[in-house]
């Protein structure tokens, strides 16, 4: 790999790193201000949004000068959203503000990779990519419930800073500081020397072209199944996490900082899941893992139901702590979800780059991917914070997001077969035309 290569690597790690952790604080903050349980869902919606309005620019915008200095702008502003947030800017505004970097910031780090490296390193360039995304997600987790634990409070006090105050306003200003690194890093990227024409001088071509890739992907039969089941996971699996955080106080009586820890198992189990899928399900079979969608549900409707108080007072001592064994036994439960997830996220994934690429080309599909996925996102999560203003419970809305999957994914492998009934198997990977 050339040297620049590990500068991205670097610089995506830390980024993400930031933005895992700055969830974790400005849901924290939210807590300071007494904010009512709704205002929670839509932090992430006013993140999320920046990909559905943006999408259709985000691409012409990083082709629109070198993709390293794009990387930095965009760190740049998200670090501008924190320092908005830790001096008064309310945290939906401000979580706003970060989510325009995060939309400008994901086609740059993955189009830089065809300009400075041959087709023949791509796979395994991407490979990387995703490691740093997911090690990222699981460090950012973990670091924002450290930041705004009991733990940290004596730090905060001892620092006698009048504009800290706060665990959570002191891990504003840390996840600044780490976006401020990650911007730093981007310094170390090369200017690759590719040049594109200067698409944003016509922005209704480009909603044209972006309307025309979305039509081309959705009539195709293996690309709308799979645009559909990710889109459906991709919305739930957003809305979890925020889930999770609330389920964990309620269900196992966790603080906010152990609910970052049951993120974190998630990720991990993600991982593990993704590997596997990765290593045992080829491209030619990746339709098969479809029935995985339904399991996923069928697990995430089970966690409606657990809680601590059905192991009653049993207790295990480990390393000197003495813990349920009702909280114990959540973390396998926690773990499973993400690697049923991982399972069956990987193979859906190859499918939708390998009709996108087929069809159009790898940019466009995952931008339509991208796009169609965040307004899932953005759907999902206004109706948990309209079930919250109406006084639903963690474990309620819990068990109807598993069930609403159980079934659309019943309702996806119907129409999954139906289309290969009618028209016949869709060749994928080598035998594909």
Same mark, same amino acid.
């Given at each position: 790999?050339?040297?620049?290569?590990?500068?991205?690597? @670097? $610089?995506?790690? +830390?980024?993400? %790193?930031?933005?895992? #952790? &700055?969830?974790?604080? !400005?849901? =924290?903050? *939210?807590?300071?201000?007494?904010?009512?349980?709704?205002?929670?869902?839509?932090?992430?919606?006013?993140?999320?949004?920046?990909?559905?309005?943006?999408?259709?620019?985000?691409?012409?915008?990083?082709?629109?000068?070198?993709?390293?200095?794009?990387?930095?702008?965009?760190?740049?502003?998200?670090?501008?959203?924190?320092?908005?947030?830790?001096?008064?800017?309310?945290?939906?505004?401000?979580?706003?503000?970060?989510?325009?970097?995060?939309?400008?910031?994901?086609?740059?780090?993955?189009?830089?990779?065809?300009?400075?490296?041959?087709?023949?390193?791509?796979?395994?360039?991407?490979?990387?990519?995703?490691?740093?995304?997911?090690?990222?997600?699981?460090?950012?987790?973990?670091?924002?419930?450290?930041?705004?634990?009991?733990? @940290? $409070?004596?730090? +905060?006090?001892? %620092?006698?800073?009048? #504009? &800290?105050?706060?665990? !959570?306003? =002191?891990? *504003?200003?840390?996840?600044?500081?780490?976006?401020?690194?990650?911007?730093?890093?981007?310094?170390?990227?090369?200017?690759?020397?590719?040049?594109?024409?200067?698409?944003?001088?016509?922005?209704?071509?480009?909603?044209?072209?972006?309307?025309?890739?979305?039509?081309?992907?959705?009539?195709?039969?293996?690309?709308?199944?799979?645009?559909?089941?990710?889109?459906?996971?991709?919305?739930?699996?957003?809305?979890?996490?925020?889930?999770?955080?609330?389920?964990?106080?309620?269900?196992?009586?966790?603080?906010?900082?152990?609910?970052?820890?049951?993120?974190?198992?998630?990720?991990?189990?993600?991982?593990?899941?993704?590997?596997?899928?990765?290593?045992?399900?080829?491209?030619?079979?990746?339709?098969?893992?479809?029935?995985?969608?339904?399991?996923?549900? +069928?697990?995430?409707?089970?966690?409606?139901?657990?809680?601590?108080?059905?192991?009653?007072?049993?207790?295990?001592?480990?390393?000197?702590?003495?813990?349920?064994?009702?909280?114990?036994?959540?973390?396998?439960?926690?773990?499973?979800?993400?690697?049923?997830?991982?399972?069956?996220?990987?193979?859906?994934?190859?499918?939708?780059?390998?009709?996108?690429?087929?069809?159009?080309?790898?940019?466009?599909?995952?931008?339509?991917?991208?796009?169609?996925?965040?307004?899932?996102?953005?759907?999902?999560?206004?109706?948990?914070?309209?079930?919250?203003?109406?006084?639903?419970?963690?474990?309620?809305?819990?068990?109807?997001?598993?069930?609403?999957?159980?079934?659309?994914?019943?309702?996806?492998?119907?129409?999954?077969?139906?289309?290969?009934?009618?028209?016949?198997?869709?060749?994928?990977?080598?035998?594909?035309?």
């Amino acid at each position: 790999m050339k040297k620049g290569f590990y500068a991205i690597i @670097a $610089a995506q790690f +830390v980024s993400s %790193l930031a933005d895992n #952790a &700055l969830l974790i604080a !400005a849901i =924290a903050l *939210l807590g300071e201000m007494r904010a009512a349980q709704w205002v929670t869902p839509l932090i992430q919606f006013c993140f999320s949004i920046s990909y559905v309005v943006l999408a259709p620019f985000v691409g012409a915008f990083a082709d629109a000068m070198p993709k390293g200095r794009v990387m930095l702008l965009s760190n740049a502003l998200k670090a501008f959203g924190c320092l908005a947030m830790l001096f008064g800017l309310h945290p939906m505004l401000a979580y706003a503000v970060v989510g325009i970097g995060a939309a400008a910031y994901s086609p740059a780090k993955y189009g830089i990779l065809t300009e400075l490296l041959p087709a023949d390193k791509l796979v395994a360039a991407n490979g990387w990519i995703e490691a740093a995304t997911v090690g990222s997600t699981i460090a950012g987790t973990v670091l924002g419930g450290a930041l705004i634990s009991r733990h @940290a $409070a004596p730090v +905060v006090a001892a %620092l006698h800073l009048p #504009a &800290l105050g706060t665990v !959570a306003r =002191a891990a *504003l200003l840390v996840v600044m500081l780490i976006y401020i690194i990650a911007s730093l890093i981007n310094l170390r990227i090369p200017d690759t020397g590719a040049r594109y024409d200067q698409q944003l001088r016509h922005p209704g071509a480009l909603v044209t072209q972006f309307g025309h890739a979305c039509s081309v992907l959705w009539h195709d039969r293996p690309a709308q199944i799979v645009l559909a089941v990710t889109t459906l996971l991709w919305g739930a699996a957003v809305t979890l996490q925020l889930l999770i955080l609330k389920w964990a106080g309620s269900a196992l009586g966790m603080t906010l900082s152990g609910g970052a820890v049951l993120q974190g198992v998630i990720g991990i189990g993600l991982a593990f899941g993704a590997a596997y899928a990765a290593r045992h399900l080829s491209l030619r079979r990746a339709m098969s893992a479809l029935p995985v969608g339904i399991v996923t549900g +069928v697990a995430i409707v089970a966690t409606a139901f657990y809680n601590r108080s059905l192991f009653g007072d049993a207790a295990l001592d480990i390393a000197g702590q003495h813990l349920s064994v009702g909280v114990i036994l959540a973390y396998p439960l926690i773990a499973l979800i993400g690697a049923l997830s991982g399972y069956f996220v990987v193979p859906m994934n190859a499918v939708l780059q390998h009709r996108g690429h087929v069809l159009l080309s790898a940019g466009a599909s995952i931008a339509v991917q991208n796009f169609n996925q965040n307004i899932a996102v953005l759907i999902m999560l206004g109706l948990y914070a309209l079930m919250l203003a109406h006084g639903w419970t963690s474990a309620a809305v819990i068990g109807v997001l598993g069930s609403v999957i159980c079934v659309a994914m019943a309702g996806m492998i119907a129409w999954h077969r139906r289309n290969e009934r009618r028209f016949g198997v869709v060749p994928l990977g080598d035998d594909a035309s």
